[in-house]
């Protein structure tokens, strides 16, 4: 059964080897070189302070993860709309650790009352593209050819999700370290 709880830096390693082969193999993230188990850590570190960063199990062993990588843009007015990703272990796809990570994604971000989720995905990686759609996310930008890999130029989709309805005055903005941690985990 997979369970979802707070990444710890103890997952580093782990991490490291699901995050590699998307690195090293694919034009799914732009990444040219495979970030070292200490920016792991300190990402994990800074990540949890502000916004939530899981990882799916399934008996101990680490399936994925899934985080809020930071805002849209770093200014006051973006506090509401958040940018969101997710990696699953390429030999464990299709078991639904995907959807199970953006689900406690999602509700936990809902409870710091983030608005709006945005994912930045390469163009032409459709099953991405799909999972995404699947879960309630449309298409609201395309940017042709601006990213550079494997000898290659890329295509740039971003979507978007409304959590809370953009209408008038937002609640305030709640950093993920100061919410109860027992509601966020399954």
Known sequence: MIKVRVATPADAAA?????TPYV??????FDYEVPSEA???????ETVDIYPYFVAEDEGEILGYAYAAHPYKNRAAY?????????VDRTKRGNGTGKVLYQALEAAL???????LTACITGGNQS???????LGYQEVASFPKIGYKFDQ??????LQKFLIKP???????????????KITEN
Not at 15 to 19: F, S
Not at 110 to 116: H, S
């Open 15 to 19: 991490l490291v080897a699901i995050y």
């Open 24 to 29: 090293e193999e694919t034009t799914i993230t």
């Open 39 to 45: 920016t792991f850590v300190q990402n994990i570190e």
């Open 79 to 87: 506090d509401w709309a958040v940018e969101v990703s997710v990696y």
């Open 110 to 116: 809902k409870k710091q009352n983030v608005a709006i």
């Open 128 to 134: 991405s593209i799909h999972f995404h759609t699947k």
């Open 153 to 158: 130029w890329l295509d740039v989709i971003w």
């Open 167 to 181: 209408e008038g005055q937002l609640p305030v903005f709640i950093p993920f370290v100061k919410l109860d941690q």
